[in-house]
């Protein structure tokens, strides 16, 4: 029964966060005193996500590091660059949407890109090995680069923070890896087939819990939100083609360049709407939780591009064999 879930929760996968996000603003204040639960749902997600994860993997990914830091470098210096540029330039003056802008970019690589690398036959070690790297770097290059871009101009509790990230993402992802050392990896098809459900499940109360937070801002469309919206899809476009020409020109195989596309693109939204509810005004945390309503929908466009592109090579390749 739960296979036979996860299977239909992946279908609605780019409906989900749109779905519990309108939940969450209908639901408003009813919703929102449960704010407190969700680091500790998104540590169960973080840790359910965990346990496919080996050491072994990671291990050879260090002896070719090129692909792992031209990613870490995308993820923690150029985006989070790139949205306080189009943060100051559609909203200046506005100093929590800019934040809010940066703290999206800010944040590590979501784990939800494994499953989107996994479908279109990407470098599923690479992936592995970018999600922990960039997992436990987590406390120290989110509240950094927050530090670095902001300033003065927003308070920053910065060892808050690292706390926070330690305690959400790094405890879980080491758990959930040293138990899969410990079973020799037959920990994840187990349990992952019966822990992937329920981490979809948590992560639809996740963000209908940090929906009811901004809901006064969500409640009333006019044109300022609608310009957020297009800056938040024109931020999270600007990753996947920087980490797509960032491939290319290095010249790097299919596999590496769609687990460079994914990751680069995608972000554990669900810890920075956490953080963002947790340690700053709720205006900043508006950004961060519309990223959340367009994440799945672009991963999956994306996706279908990449079909398209092995589908048309395919053909080319048949003909000239031919």
């Known amino acids: 029964m739960l296979h036979s879930l996860n299977v239909r929760l992946n279908r609605l996968m780019p409906l989900i966060t749109p779905i519990s996000i309108i939940v969450g603003v209908f639901c408003g204040s009813s919703l929102s005193s449960f704010t407190y639960l969700s680091p500790w749902l998104f540590a169960f997600m973080t840790f359910a996500g965990s346990i496919s994860l080996g050491f072994r993997d990671f291990l050879n990914v260090l002896k070719k590091p090129a692909p792992l830091i031209i990613c870490l470098f995308i993820l923690h210096l150029a985006m989070p660059v790139v949205a306080m540029a189009f943060g100051h330039l559609a909203f200046p003056g506005d100093a929590y949407t800019i934040t809010g802008l940066i703290l999206a970019a800010a944040i590590p690589t979501g784990v939800s890109s494994f499953v989107w690398v996994s479908i279109y036959k990407g470098n599923i070690a690479l992936t592995l090995s970018i999600i922990l790297i960039d997992t436990i770097l987590a406390p120290f290059a989110v509240p950094g680069v927050l530090s670095l871009l902001i300033g003065a101009s927003v308070k920053l509790d910065a060892a808050a923070m690292m706390g926070s990230l330690f305690w959400m993402i790094v405890v879980p992802s080491l758990l959930g890896m040293i138990l899969n050392e410990w079973t020799k990896g037959t920990v994840a098809p187990h349990w992952s087939p019966r822990l992937n459900p329920l981490s979809k499940l948590m992560m639809a109360t996740v963000v209908a819990i940090n929906g009811s937070v901004v809901a006064p801002y969500l409640t009333h469309l006019n044109l300022r939100l609608a310009g ?57 945390a508006l950004p961060v939780v519309l990223g959340m309503v367009f994440q799945q929908m672009l991963a999956s466009l994306v996706g279908f591009l990449l079909g398209r592109r092995s589908r048309i090579r395919e053909r080319r390749g048949t003909a000239s064999a031919a």
């Open 228 to 284: 957020l919206a297009a800056v938040i899809v024109a931020l999270a476009s600007t990753g996947y083609m920087l980490s797509y020409c960032s491939s290319r020109l290095l010249g790097w195989n299919e596999a590496d360049q769609v687990a460079l596309i994914f990751n680069g693109g995608m972000r554990n939204i669900s810890a920075g709407a956490v953080l963002a509810v947790s340690y700053f005004p709720a205006p900043v």
